[in-house]
């Protein structure tokens, strides 16, 4: 759907066959595990037992005499960083605890917390190593829920934790004592008493939602060499080359230029695959062993020791008035941070009323310590939590004040000049054009017939990042241009990137040569996160064209003898005066015989998007005997700015709405009393499968980011975070009963029913 006359591309908007496809269908693409050197020695992690325990004693000597085994780490190798904060580009990381968790020092904050690790000449010595290492523990209670971990009488897991108080006023109670909430965040827009007083309905409500993983299919896995002349490699499966050599680096207190990183392909990541678990400990036992060594995480380390999205605890309220304006938000919001600070609590703040003109609004945001793996980003970290609670009591709204949900949406939309909560002032956005497209889609349009059988409709908003990116572009003799990048392609941006340069230069996709390479031979990159690369990759790739277009007219003028400012570049076409002309490629096949190649150079640093809108629309029926929720239809409409190549936009919206109908439906972490996770396995951790969804239909609006070239916004975060919400609305409209708890489960989804 386009809302407006769109300038026409010659690639941009085409639909071209992935530069790296034949080599995944092949096959022949190498990922993290696939990764083979000579004189290779494979690592073993061992890992805690115990949710929460200190560690009395760590003995060895059993696993370095076995045959065959080469080398054995502890935190003991791994220097001591102190104090120290580190801005690592996805946010300021405490290295004493990045090291802590890295492998532990004095505690063990969750089960599978990495304590020790083996390099054996096989996989099955270095697996038997570790069984022989003796730790003596002493067992500490564990708190596993964010509500009670923030109690004054909860144990307390760091002591080195104080609430640290942000954009509020000092706490009334002790800072200084030892606390699980690392920080509280407070953003405040109008007067908020004032505004309630205004409306004419207020609703309050709970909201819990589970810890859920990103379930990506390839696991960690890392490759180390430490060279003899102190430099070291690293070949990983990561969506930042840069922070893995940045993180490595600090950890191991060696030069960053020491530090190499390779990436491999990477079978999936949404998030999780930013901060470091493997490569430290890699590189360690080579500098150790003096050769390389392998470490490949199972399913199980990944569930239990990497980084999932955070569980949550929320009070929201809004307020209206009887024709459906929105005139006071109030929100509550606790986050797990996992055994470390550092959930994504900040944007969930952000993000919480975001959909909305709401003139009086306070937010309160609190990052709490518990006995789970420190969280990470998951597309959107901390929007689609906040989304369920939001979106929920909006639906309430409309069914109190009987208005339509869609006007209801409409009449408060964001739009430009609306100021959120946390401060920033919106630029053009299109969420309006999101909700009018659902409303006219045949979807919507259509009744439905079952008996209990609803429809619910959802908002979501992601600000999308921009950060730095560099790219350098190689002209070649036969007028195909090589293309270098630092962003690890999880998503196609390989494709993205390399049809923005090409619709710069006026040659075809095909034509392009991208390769993502390591970080000695291309600029310092941001991650791959945030739906920042198509956006902020895509800047640094259209400068590097036209710095070859300045200096192909260049290369021109000299050719022609004249002036360069008689020189233009069109259209793929080099022109001069008269009948003076070339094509790209006509001009290339000149170029090594006229002068030094032509290469050119592009960077960005952009600090951020316009932000981008998504609304969805699910049909469910419920069965009222056994609680399970089937989704019978499902649309995304939602502004991607530009598609630069719409089969990968569409499967972007299909893809985090199929995320986010597994957190609302299915997916959710079991931890025992004692904090052991019961299903650590792609057999017990459901994830939605074809049974479990049907075709994800789409709709491309089409509202261009005035602060990219092409009007490139992100689009990977925004779809996954209205599912919960359109399907708890789908699930009232069905049996009328309100879910305020994910995942909605079939015996959740009974118990509401028997309440009524």
Not at 94 to 99: A, G, T
Not at 108 to 126: E, P, Q
Not at 716 to 744: F, H, K, T, W
Request: charged content about 25%.
């Amino acid at each position: 759907m386009a809302t407006a006359e769109k300038p026409k591309y010659k690639v941009i908007g085409t639909r071209p066959v992935r530069h790296d496809g034949v080599d995944k269908v092949t096959g022949r693409a190498r990922y993290g595990a696939d990764t083979e050197l000579t004189g290779m020695l494979y690592g073993a992690m061992l890992r805690s037992p115990h949710a929460h325990a200190n560690i009395k004693s760590i003995d060895t000597s059993k696993a370095e005499a076995l045959p065959g085994v080469r080398a054995v780490m502890t935190s003991a190798d791994l220097p001591e960083q102190g104090d120290r904060i580190v801005e690592l580009g996805e946010g300021a990381v405490n290295m004493r605890h990045l090291r802590a968790n890295v492998l532990a020092t004095e505690k063990v904050l969750y089960k599978g917390h990495a304590i020790a690790a083996v390099a054996a000449d096989t996989i099955h010595i270095a697996q038997e190593a570790v069984k022989l290492i003796d730790i003596e523990f002493e067992v500490l209670p564990p708190v596993l829920d964010v509500v009670k971990a923030m109690a004054d009488d909860a144990p307390v897991l760091n002591d080195d934790i104080r609430t640290e108080s942000l954009g509020s006023h000092p706490p009334s109670d002790d800072a200084s004592k030892h606390t699980n909430v690392a920080k509280h965040f407070v953003f405040e827009k109008g007067d908020v008493a004032k505004g309630f007083a205004e409306a004419d309905v207020v609703i309050e409500r709970e909201f819990d939602t589970a810890t859920v993983h990103q379930g990506y299919i390839e696991p960690h896995a890392s490759t180390a060499l430490w060279n003899s002349d102190g430099k070291v490699t690293v070949w990983t499966c990561t969506q930042g080359t840069f922070s893995v050599r940045h993180q490595t680096a600090e950890l191991l207190n060696i030069p960053i230029s020491d530090v190499k990183v390779v990436p491999t392909e990477i079978g999936g990541g949404f998030g999780g695959k930013i901060s470091v678990y493997l490569p430290p400990v890699a590189a360690g036992l080579s500098r150790k062993a003096g050769r390389p060594v392998k470490i490949v995480m199972d399913r199980a380390a990944v569930f239990e020791a990497t980084g999932p999205t955070p569980g949550s605890h929320m009070k929201v309220k809004i307020g209206a008035t009887k024709d459906g304006k929105i005139v006071a938000g109030e929100a509550w919001i606790a986050f797990e941070a996992g055994a470390f600070t550092g959930s994504p609590i900040a944007p969930g703040c952000m993000c919480v009323f975001s959909c909305y003109d709401v003139p009086n609004a306070r937010v309160d945001g609190f990052d709490v310590c518990v006995n789970k793996p420190r969280t990470n980003a998951y597309r959107a970290p901390g929007s689609t939590q906040v989304c369920f609670a939001t979106e929920t009591i909006v639906d309430e709204i409309c069914r109190e004040i009987g208005m339509e949900p869609a006007e209801f949406r409409l009449k408060n939309a964001a739009k430009e000049g609306v100021r959120r909560v946390d401060g920033p002032v919106y630029g053009r956005v299109g969420m309006e054009e999101t909700v009018q497209a659902i409303k006219d889609s045949d979807h919507y349009k259509t009744s439905l017939t079952g008996k209990f059988q609803g429809r619910g409709i959802a908002t979501g908003f992601w600000f999308n990042c921009g950060l730095k990116s560099a790219a350098t572009a190689t002209v070649n003799p036969d007028g195909t241009v090589s293309l270098l990048e630092g962003s690890t392609d999880i998503g196609g941006s390989r494709a993205g990137i390399a049809m923005q340069l090409a619709e710069t230069l006026g040659i075809t996709a095909e034509e392009v040569k991208p390769a993502v390479v390591d970080t000695d031979s291309i600029g310092y990159t941001d991650v791959t996160g945030g739906s920042r690369v198509t956006f902020a990759t895509g800047i640094a790739a259209i400068n590097a064209a036209k710095d070859i277009q300045r200096q192909m007219c260049a290369r021109a003028a000299m050719i022609w003898d004249c002036d360069e400012a008689d020189v233009r570049y069109e259209d793929g076409c080099i022109i001069g005066s008269g009948d003076h002309r070339f094509t790209f490629k006509e001009l290339a096949a000149k170029i090594n015989a006229t002068g030094e190649p032509i290469a050119g150079r592009g960077t960005a640093s952009e600090e951020t998007q316009a932000g981008a809108f998504g609304t969805h629309c699910a049909d469910v029926e419920v069965d009222p005997d056994t609680g399970k929720v089937q989704i019978l239809r499902y649309t995304v409409a939602q502004d991607v700015g530009t598609a630069i190549h719409p089969s990968y936009v569409e499967g972007q919206l299909q893809g985090g709405a199929v995320q986010g109908i597994g957190w609302a439906l299915n997916e959710e972490y079991w931890y025992d009393e004692a904090g052991s996770m019961r299903n650590a396995s792609f057999l017990d951790y459901r994830i939605p499968t074809i049974y479990d969804v049907p075709m994800i239909e789409t709709i491309l609006v089409e509202v261009p980011d005035p602060g990219h070239p092409y009007g490139v916004r992100g689009v990977g975060e925004v779809p996954i975070c209205p599912p919960p919400a359109a399907i708890a609305n789908a699930i009232y409209d069905a049996i009328g009963v309100r879910m305020r708890e994910l995942p909605m489960a079939p015996h959740k989804v009974c118990a509401e029913i028997l309440k009524k």
